[in-house]
């Protein structure tokens, strides 16, 4: 009796699976970051800007002390109360807000959305 097996490699196979590994690892993804922001002349500058923003820390501190004032003041202007503002002033200041973009909300629908917004910051 004879037998044996032969083993054949089928580069289609093999070939696909490097694909796959390739594509898994993020390769076409790093080529193409590489290409447009360095390849590209005038135009990777801009995207270059996009995808890997200079982090100046003294620039964002002073970005936030500013938010933090405005938001401070603003806030100050619209609380009705010691403690801040009530289901009442946010209730006229969103409804105003509405109405002054051409809401089309009716007033229990508006009544809803005050209470869901208050309830969510308190």
Same mark, same amino acid.
């Given at each position: ?6 083993? #054949?490699? !089928? ?5 696909? $699976?490097?694909?796959? +590994? ?9 080529? +193409?970051?590489f #290409? +447009?922001?360095? @390849? ?15 982090? !100046? ?13 405005? !938001? ?6 619209? $609380?009705?109360? @010691?403690?801040?503002?009530?289901? #009442?002033?946010?209730? @006229?200041?969103?409804?105003? $807000?509405? !109405? ?6 009716d ?6 959305? #005050? ?8």
């Amino acid at each position: 009796e004879k037998g044996g097996e032969e083993q #054949v490699w !089928d580069f289609q196979q093999v070939f696909l $699976a490097i694909i796959g +590994i390739i594509v898994l690892m993020g390769l076409p993804k790093c080529i +193409i970051t590489f #290409v +447009i922001t360095r @390849a590209l002349g005038q135009l990777s500058i801009i995207y270059r800007r996009l995808l890997m923003p200079i982090f !100046d820390l003294t620039e964002e501190m002073s970005g936030m002390a500013l938010r933090l004032g405005n !938001d401070t003041l603003q806030y100050s202007k619209v $609380a009705d109360q @010691a403690s801040g503002i009530s289901v #009442v002033r946010m209730g @006229a200041l969103i409804r105003q $807000a509405l !109405d002054q973009s051409g809401g089309t909300l009716d007033f229990e629908e508006q009544q809803r959305f #005050v209470n869901f917004c208050f309830s969510s910051i308190c």
